[in-house]
């Protein structure tokens, strides 16, 4: 969690993120040359993002290397992908959930999973 070293850094080639299974998939099918049975690799033109399934690449350009942005509109913040928009908007904006706060820092979430994340 935030309170805790959360980035994985892949050691091949840089690749980040917070979640272990993504940093596993991502060495398997980029490093080790492990295919899955969904077929052939594709290759983003615009960058060296790699993935076997025509939708993940399609969400791939169109929200790493699209002009379209989303905003929300109570705050500030803005994406490329409708569902993050979503998740946004049910996360700090939905007063009808119980909130979840952490007893270190100002963070709180509707979500157990996620102040757990989060610690």
């Known amino acids: 969690g935030v309170h805790e070293n959360n980035t994985l850094i892949c050691p091949e080639c840089g690749f980040v993120t917070k979640w272990l299974t993504s940093l596993n998939g991502h060495i398997k099918t980029v490093h080790k040359g492990i295919k899955r049975q969904m077929g052939y690799i594709n290759t983003c033109q615009h960058c060296e993002f790699k993935c076997y399934r025509k939708d993940a690449m399609k969400k791939h350009v169109n929200g790493k290397h699209s002009n379209y942005t989303l905003h929300c509109d109570k705050c500030t913040f803005k994406t490329t992908w409708k569902h993050s ?24 979430t509707k979500y157990v999973e996620n102040l757990n994340l989060h610690k």
Do not use: A, G
């Open 85 to 108: 928009l979503e998740l946004h908007s049910k996360s700090f904006h939905d007063i009808s959930v119980n909130i979840k706060n952490c007893d270190d820092c100002k963070f709180s």
